[in-house]
């Protein structure tokens, strides 16, 4: 795979996270150009002609999303940049954070002024403390160079950036939770209608942008939305970043273009599975997403259709590969013990079904799984599948039913044998 | 607001654009359970119980939030709705302690209702329940059983919205979610037993009413709260012969679904310990008991061998009493002054959610009966204490504290002992 890097341009330069750097490889220049010389709707519409889409999961096209704002409400706009990386087996958010925070910070100021918002919010994840002081120290510096603050290049823009940690909880990702917690509620998601776009952040307009998307931002304005628009499929354009972690020769961060083959991937460019084994799985979209069979990945590339064609999802691109040796019951009991912990226990489906299944799974986990178990994960699974608040509750069921409709025979074995048939841990 | 047409099950309903498939249900008389939705707390759309179809729209929606559009078709009885109510009662039933028996919800539970009516099925959780406290006191008022509850939140946000305290939070996590008293609050605020009302299930008990008596064998009987003069409506509930308890009776011209605790609890000065029970006479060393006739006698004694006098009565008698006290007043003393208490008290920001300064029920009512003088009680009160008037007949209060301190005229610890009753 050889492409020009976008998003991880700066990443592995020296000092890549210090604004001197930033700006000597062209930093800050795509932000000066969008204050001195787009209007706000032109800016809109380039983002909606690049085709980005956003890269927290949902993959929202992201130019559409800015419309949505009223133009004509009375009321401050607020943008979000939603730096809550939690999603299992996700870390591309976190290697951009530290390693070219000023990119973010320019992608937040450039979504902030397509919607004309004077305030945004960075909502860091509360465990990446490090990556918090980085941006914090980021924003100043930017603030200090007159990117961010009072009458900005001299165009009577104002525009503030607040660096917020949350407290650790994965549903603060969840964009209306964040909202309610960075307004200082609990993190619980808000029932929609109302979306945020009207009534966002303490009721007033607001947008929320994945890490991933804002950073992407600098470079779309800089080379233009053609370019970006150039890459990827016809439905999802420009590149992405992939987590790549689990029973694999080269694990880490990889910027692929959109429609790059799934196969080709893993096995040229992250190296396959190591040591001789074979791969069992493969969950490409983060651990919320339904795990593929190897003979599933065949034909998918990476890109949101085909993902999607294949019964899973693209999501946030953390890609969690698993070899032959790995139980395919302890990893769906560990993955329904983390949804089990994260629940917010808001609404009546997940909160309940959630801890249902995890229990479920942990017996048969551990060898005490009953006949009519599988069917019942599979139904609750069901009953829980877009019946929730928020798409917390289908993060949780889809992976649960995946994991028992594609492995069931594992499945069967271990609640048949009271033990594991796999591995030998 | 321009009125829209949908459908609900089929039947036609017009109904005000803005208006939620709920309302629309509940005006065409369509029952859909629902735990969470309470018609004057804002919208929480947690039980998922209101779940249902919308043609057109691929996922079930939540009729407590979904906005009615013209020619909108909802179904409220297809398949998939009756699989999730089933499905949301099994949920919220898993962790459910079932320990009715002894749940003075019983009888009036929503979790019973529905589940008889929605589901009907042995529960297929068989793995260990996750405990909760099972008696937290609350306040004064109010007692929490963490594991009878189900997250509702209509109880957090009666005290965010109604009374504006916010005693009440949501705590923990997931299935550990519980309700809590926020920071060191106490749930003692003056509307604070209503949270027991609008629980559907049994985890906020009125720990006046707990324990004391099976809700299917009380009697209900519409009245009207005689704590203050507002006049909130009520359902009086009796078992035998005797006030179990009072509960709010809708009424959206003067209490909505509300009635403050003290109304509620007042009903308890009828069998409390300052209440007369046989006539009492005032002779030398205090008051004595004797009979109606031998009290009557002397009232009348009274009245008659005094050159004038003055009568006052109770703001909370009836009006056919206060139609008898002017008649006999005007027949024993013409032209004796008449007038009915009246007493102002200061209220709090959130007593004056209910409560009136007038804390008699009937002032106005016993005034159009002809008990009333000119100036007003004010101005007889200040003829009274100056001595111009040598007897007055008070009937109902207990203006010179005779009766174990005078609780109902603490105002006036400087009234006369001159004046004979």
Known sequence: ?425 | MDPVKITIDGKEVVIAKGKTVIQAAAEAGVAIPHYCYHSKLSIAGNCRMCLVEIEKMPKLQIACNTQVAEGMGVLTQSPKVLAVRKAVLEFLLINHPVDCPICDQAGECQLQNYYMEHNREASRFELGKVHDRKKTIFGPHVIFDGERCIKCTRCVRFCQEITKTDELAVINRGDHSTIALFDDSVLDNPLSANVVDICPVGALTDRDFRFKVRVWYLQKTPSVCPGCSTGCNISVETYQNRIARFKPRINEAVNSHWICDEGRYCFHELTGGERLTVPLIRQEGGLVPTTWDNALQAVLAGLRSAKAAAGIMSGRSTNEEAFLFAKLMKKLTPGSPLEVCYQERELSENQKILMSPDRAPNFRGGRDMGVRANGGYESLLQKLLAGDVPAAYVVGEDLIGANGGGRRCRNFPFWSSKISV
């Open chain 1, 1 to 425: 795979m050889s492409m020009e890097k976008l998003l991880l341009r700066n990443i592995g330069v020296t000092d890549s996270h210090t604004l001197a750097v930033y700006q000597s490889r062209g930093g800050y220049q795509s932000w000066e150009k969008v204050v001195r010389n787009m209007k706000p709707v032109e800016l809109i519409e380039e983002v909606k002609a690049s085709g980005l889409r956003g890269r927290g999961g949902a993959g929202f096209p992201t130019g559409m999303k800015w419309s949505f704002v009223p133009k004509d409400s009375p009321k401050p706009k607020y943008l979000v940049c939603n730096a809550d990386e939690s999603e299992p087996g996700t870390f591309k958010d976190r290697l951009l954070i530290e390693q070219d925070p000023h990119a973010i910070i320019e992608g937040t100021l450039i979504a902030a002024y397509g919607i004309q918002s004077h305030t945004a919010f960075i909502y860091i994840r509360g465990e990446l403390v490090a990556g918090a002081k980085i941006l914090e120290r980021a924003v100043e510096e930017a603030c200090r160079a007159g990117y961010i603050g009072k009458n900005i290049f001299g165009s009577g823009y104002d525009l503030d950036v607040i660096v917020h940690r949350g407290a650790g909880a994965y549903i603060c990702g969840e964009e209306t939770a964040l909202l309610s917690s960075l307004e200082g509620g609990r993190g619980w998601p808000k029932v929609k209608p109302p979306f945020p776009a009207t009534h966002g952040l303490f009721g007033c307009p607001t947008v929320v942008n994945n890490v991933e998307t804002l950073a992407a931002l600098p470079w779309i304005i800089e080379r233009g939305a053609a370019a970006y628009a150039a890459m990827g499929t016809e439905k999802s354009k420009g590149t992405k970043l992939f987590s790549v972690s689990g029973h694999i020769s080269r694990p880490g961060v990889y910027e692929v273009e959109m429609g790059y083959p799934f196969k080709k991937f893993l096995e040229e460019d992250c190296g396959g599975v190591p040591n001789g084994r074979k791969l069992k799985g493969v969950i490409p979209g983060g651990g919320s997403m339904p795990v593929l069979r190897p003979e599933e990945l065949e034909k998918v590339n990476l890109d949101y259709e085909s993902v999607q064609a294949a019964g899973s999802m693209l999501g946030s691109g953390g890609v969690i590969v698993m070899d032959d040796s790995t139980c395919m019951v302890r990893a769906a009991s560990n993955i329904a013990r983390f949804y089990a912990h994260e629940s917010c226990g808001q609404c009546s489906p997940c909160r309940e079904g959630c801890h249902w299944m995890e229990k479920i799974f942990h017996r048969i986990e551990h060898g005490e799984g009953q006949t009519g178990d599988l069917d019942l994960i599979l139904n609750i699974s069901g009953n829980i599948m877009g019946n929730t608040i928020c798409p917390f509750g289908d993060a949780a069921a889809m992976p649960a039913a995946a994991f028992i409709r594609k492995f069931r025979p594992e499945f069967e074995a271990h609640i048949a044998e009271k033990r594991c048939t796999v591995s030998t841990q």
